[in-house]
């Protein structure tokens, strides 16, 4: 009789198994929260894959659909059955990742327009490879190896990605008669991915996925346009930069190319800024009302403060109220559905205040502005008065601020309503793309630290909690927006990853939040450092490397 020696802490159970057991076998029959999908585990706080023997004592808890690592290695698991399908159907064509999109991931087809009778062929191709649950096995190669191996390949694009990388492995996944590289974990097989979509959109491929917040379904949502063509902008910035991956902008850097990336990708920010504070003067006298709305670390105050220079250019003097001094007593704030205090939601506000005193500044008349005071948790009156005066503008900042509901007493003929995020479509390589919410991540992990006193463990901790508000609160109002601005920066994560690396490094192995470190680590191992001496003080970029001409 074989004795089961290992002993698994799992879910706070006591678990025994036979020494090499995957974790495969321990979650057969299972579903995770809201019935999803298993795809993963943590082990003793670091990611396996659900393919991994057991040959120690341990902790294990289980990796579904309902979490961020979750939908990244689903995510990352059907792109490579994406990419066998077209690959079998079209053998003489490649496909590349573009961008997120509010129902999943969009790709393009290099030179090819698809149709809608394609995207079909590819799903129902795609369908019958989950069927045959085929393995994606893993291979770890040299390095040297793998740059030979991609060199012949003619995959240029991945032996640039890794050049610079600074582990002397790197790990292949095959599947079935394909060989390729991605920056993550699998599931086991291609019979875990029966959960997804594929339609023709753009002339390329939309490949739909399940949301955390509703793991087993489908989201029947239309695709964001206005957001769309922010992600085609950049993607032509970037192709006229000639900085397309990692990899071109690490060349850049090495051909001392860096100071001309910063001057260009900073002029395109103060060409747009400009063009929508010409927007915002053709639209005088009638739109007075600027509202400004975008998610965590996205550069809301920078802009805010270049758009009222932009304005002032144009002979309109811009004010701003502060949204945080409507907020209600503290003894009223709404709760969450766990009964904590929720401090992002809309009713934090007091609407019909907020409402009233918006109306009379915008009908010539004068309020006193309330301050609340943040010991006391009470909004409080100290005789600030203000009037809008004739040229004058209303900035408003916040992240409701594109939520009709807001302002609902006012009329929308007199609002101009902003969205801003940072928003990146240059990839790793063209099969792995850079995840916008990452770069707003490590933006925040280094501002928290060094102007509020945040450990990047404590930011790390927090972040769920800031997309959940941001998922609820901010994303879906972004249409409501008259023009979008994309704040990130080409060059950023250059300059960001020598500040958060080594903040990143000091969470151990004992901390909840080592994994999701270790993650970022290896994300930014692709990069190159590079110093922030060229980074000019008005920048978006300086709002959280510290250094802003608007600072206070």
């Not at 790709?107 to 394609?118: A, C, G, K, P, Q």
């Not at 191709?125 to 893993?138: A, C, P, S, Y």
């Not at 955390?212 to 970037?238: A, M, R, T």
């Not at 997309?467 to 249409?479: A, D, L, S, T």
Request: proline residues 5%; aromatic residues 8%; charged residues 30%.
């Amino acid at each position: 009789m074989i004795q089961k020696d290992i002993r698994i802490d799992l879910n706070g159970q006591e678990v025994h198994v036979e020494k090499g057991t995957r974790i495969e076998e321990l979650a057969k029959g299972r579903a995770g929260k809201k019935g999803a999908l298993i795809v993963a585990a943590l082990v003793d706080n670091e990611i396996r894959e659900l393919t991994y023997p057991i040959e120690k004592d341990c902790s294990i808890s289980f990796i579904d659909l309902s979490t961020e690592d979750g939908m990244r290695i689903y995510e990352r698991s059907l792109n490579f059955l994406l990419i066998k399908a077209v690959h079998d159907l079209f053998p003489d064509k490649e496909l590349q990742i573009r961008h997120s999109v509010s129902r999943g991931v969009f790709f393009e087809i290099i030179d090819y327009n698809v149709t809608s009778v394609d995207a079909e062929k590819i799903e129902r191709r795609m369908r019958e490879l989950v069927k045959l649950d085929i393995k994606f096995t893993k291979v770890i190669v040299s390095i040297d190896e793998a740059r030979k191996i991609f060199l012949k390949s003619g995959r240029e694009d991945r032996y640039r990605a890794i050049e610079n990388r600074e582990k002397d492995y790197v790990t292949l996944y095959i599947f079935d008669d394909l060989e390729d590289y991605f920056y993550g974990y699998m599931v086991p097989s291609s019979g875990y991915l029966s959960l997804f979509g594929l339609e023709a959109s753009h002339g390329g491929l939309v490949l739909i996925l399940p949301k955390k917040e509703n793991p087993v379904l489908l989201p029947d949502v239309p695709i964001p346009q206005k957001l769309f063509n922010i992600f085609k902008e950049y993607s032509d910035w970037i192709n006229i930069l000639g900085v397309e991956d990692v990899g071109k902008l690490n060349e850049a850097y090495e051909n001392n190319r860096l100071k001309e990336l910063v001057l260009i990708a900073e002029a395109l920010h103060e060409k747009k800024i400009a063009l929508i504070a010409d927007m915002i003067k053709q639209c005088q006298p009638e739109k007075r009302l600027i509202m400004i709305a975008g998610p965590s670390s996205s550069g809301k105050t920078t802009f805010a403060q270049r758009l009222a220079i932009q304005l002032k250019v144009n002979g309109i003097t811009p004010l701003t109220i502060s949204v945080d001094d409507y907020f209600v007593d503290k003894t009223r704030t709404p709760r969450d559905e766990e009964g904590k205090p929720d401090y992002e939601a809309l009713e934090t506000v007091d609407l019909p205040l907020f409402n009233r005193d918006i109306n009379t500044l915008l009908s010539g008349g004068e309020i006193e502005l309330p301050t609340f005071n943040f010991l006391t948790g009470m909004r409080e009156y100290r005789g600030k008065k203000l009037k809008l005066e004739e040229g004058q503008v209303l900035i408003i900042e916040g992240i409701h601020a594109l939520n009709p509901k807001m302002t609902s007493e006012v009329e929308n003929a007199k609002k101009f309503n902003i969205y801003i995020s940072a928003i990146t479509s240059m990839r790793i390589d063209k099969h792995n793309r850079i995840p916008t919410t990452d770069l707003r991540l490590i933006r925040r992990i280094v501002r928290d630290n060094r102007y509020r006193g945040t450990s990047a463990p404590r930011t790390l901790e927090m972040w769920p909690g800031v997309r959940k508000g941001e998922e609820k609160n901010i994303f879906p109002f972004q249409e409501e927006a008259d023009v979008m601005f994309n704040s990130s920066l080409i060059y950023e994560l250059l300059m960001l990853k020598p500040l958060v690396m080594p903040l990143l490094q000091e969470i151990t192995s004992d901390t909840p939040k080592y994994a999701e470190a270790r993650r970022l680590i290896e994300f930014l191992s692709y990069f190159k450092s590079a110093p922030m001496d060229d980074v000019p003080p008005n920048s978006i970029l300086r709002e959280f490397i510290g250094g802003s001409v608007f600072a206070e």
